[in-house]
């Protein structure tokens, strides 16, 4: 599966953004997708994920209750609602795919965008 990220920005703190990620190639339900982030200097951080049918969601601990992952198979596409933004949500985001059931570690995902840039001004 390619994945294409987009959707990313300039946004002041305590707004809003949706990022986008759209799959091509194989059967897309097939799949489990993850969105990890990495600020400069600092190591990739589990974002959300959601499984194949899209009825399950996770997310990290710090963006809990602000991001929504949602996913449309018929679509071949995941989105990543983001509200209440905070500067130390600045980081390159990138989305993710694995077969099967999805994980929160970064390392179990063989399935990368290119990442898409969001910068939250304070």
């Known amino acids: 599966v390619q994945l294409q990220a987009s959707g990313g920005g300039l946004v002041q703190a305590g707004g809003s953004l949706r990022l986008s990620c759209a799959a091509s190639?194989?059967?897309?339900?097939?799949?489990?997708v993850a969105w990890f982030r990495q600020a400069p200097g600092k190591e990739h951080e589990f974002v959300a994920r959601?499984?194949?049918?899209?009825?399950?969601?996770y997310y990290g601990e710090s963006v809990k209750g602000r991001f929504t992952v949602s996913r449309d198979n018929a679509k071949n596409t995941v989105d990543l609602l983001m509200n209440s933004l905070k500067s130390e949500d600045t980081a390159v985001y990138y989305c993710?795919?694995?077969?099967?059931?999805?994980?929160?570690?970064?390392?179990?995902?063989?399935?990368w965008g290119q990442g898409t840039q969001v910068t939250v001004s304070s």
């Open positions: 959601i499984d194949r049918t899209g009825r399950s969601t």
């Open positions: 993710t795919a694995r077969l099967g059931t999805g994980v929160n570690s970064v390392h179990e995902y063989g399935y």
């Open positions: 190639g194989r059967t897309f339900s097939t799949y489990a």
